[in-house]
């Protein structure tokens, strides 16, 4: 079957958006099977962070919100995927206001609110922030009551000790605050000026600051896999006044994002319990985005219902992607072929 998608990114956040209600998948099977091609730099779409898959849904809500990654596994939630998803049904089928089931995987849908505010903006309702479920976390103890678990002794090489506030809105995210397990000397390193270096990201400073912050998520979701099962969204922020820069490692995807959605929700609530944000509207300065897009912002707002972030979401692009073009991620794990075979195939010598 040839699948249509539209491509979108929010600050950076990209995503292959496949409508079902359009053009419908058989199956999960087919539906991993197009994560692993569409994901595949080499021979997919790239560029991507997540396929989301948006079906027809009954009762609770109007879709089903799914979220594919590269190794074809479902997971849980997006907040700037949700902000594309508010996008994509605006273009698609008018409107102004959803409601989506999100994190089907726990056997616990959610109904999300996502809606639009005129050609430029999209908002999503992410509720209030809640305990890490304990599928996600090896605690010794009872939830937290205030939904916050307290990390510390996270040792990491060559950086030291770490701490953080652990917190769920959608996906597990540790907020490590400067002066809160974030010594201020690391935060230096990782919010680097780069304003010489707009569009042009590669110097020798960002390169360090890069790898510095690859280091701390990978090592902390590898070496503490008894704390964090599935992994663990790692948060790094500062405070000025009523603005957070932040910079995000994501599980799953096992990289530095250059934003997040969900992570802004989790800093929100932490950062409001250890005193360090007022109640008003916080503004989220994804830091890493800002070298590319020096006007990224996102807007978390605390409502009745919970915590709404404002963002503005981007079309791409649109197209078709042929049957053929992903047959090859169809077949099962014992006879499929990684993109490194097949570019080993290709190149190597007749013979």
């Known amino acids: 079957m040839d699948i249509q998608f539209a491509k979108y990114t929010s600050f950076g956040n990209t995503f292959i958006i496949v409508d079902e209600t359009r053009t419908p998948l058989a199956d999960d099977e087919q539906r991993a099977a197009f994560a692993r091609w569409a994901l595949n730099g080499d021979f997919g779409i790239g560029g991507t962070d997540n396929v989301l898959y948006l079906s027809a849904a009954e009762g609770r809500a109007d879709y089903l919100f799914r979220i594919f990654e590269v190794d074809g596994s479902e997971t849980l939630s997006c907040g700037n995927g949700l902000l594309s998803t508010a996008a994509a049904l605006r273009r698609a089928h008018g409107g102004d206001r959803w409601e989506v089931l999100t994190e089907l995987p726990t056997g616990r849908p959610r109904p999300v609110s996502v809606g639009t505010a005129g050609d430029d903006g999209a908002w999503v309702d992410m509720g209030r922030t809640r305990p890490v479920p304990a599928e996600l976390i090896n605690r010794s103890g009872p939830p937290p009551a205030d939904g916050i678990d307290h990390i510390t002794g996270l040792d990491v090489p060559g950086v030291g000790e770490l701490g953080g506030h652990l917190t769920f809105s959608g996906e597990p995210h540790l907020a490590l605050f400067q002066g809160h397990g974030l010594p201020p000397e690391l935060a230096e390193k990782l919010f680097i000026d ?56 994501e599980r799953a995807i096992n990289c530095e994002t250059l934003a997040c959605g969900s992570g802004t929700v989790a800093m929100a609530h932490v950062g409001r319990e250890l005193g360090l944000l007022p109640e008003g509207d916080i503004t989220f300065w994804p830091h890493r985005c800002r070298w590319y897009q020096p006007d990224a912002a996102l ?53």
């Not at 707009?198 to 390169?207: F, K, L, T």
């Not at 360090?208 to 663990?232: K, M, T, W």
């Open 194 to 249: 780069a304003r010489g270096a707009i569009g042009e990201p590669d110097g020798a400073a960002i390169e360090e600051s890069v790898s510095l912050a690859h280091h701390i998520g990978s090592h902390v979701n590898r070496a503490y896999r008894d704390v964090f099962p599935q992994g663990v969204h790692l948060n790094f922020a500062r405070v000025e006044g009523d603005r957070v820069e932040y910079r995000t490692w």
């Open 299 to 351: 807007t978390v707002t605390n409502t009745e219902s919970g915590y709404v972030v404002t963002g503005q979401p981007r079309l791409v692009c649109v197209g078709t992607v042929p049957e053929t073009s992903y047959a090859w991620a169809t077949q099962t794990p014992s006879n499929r072929r990684t993109a490194k075979d097949l570019s080993h195939a290709l190149t190597a010598p007749a013979g």
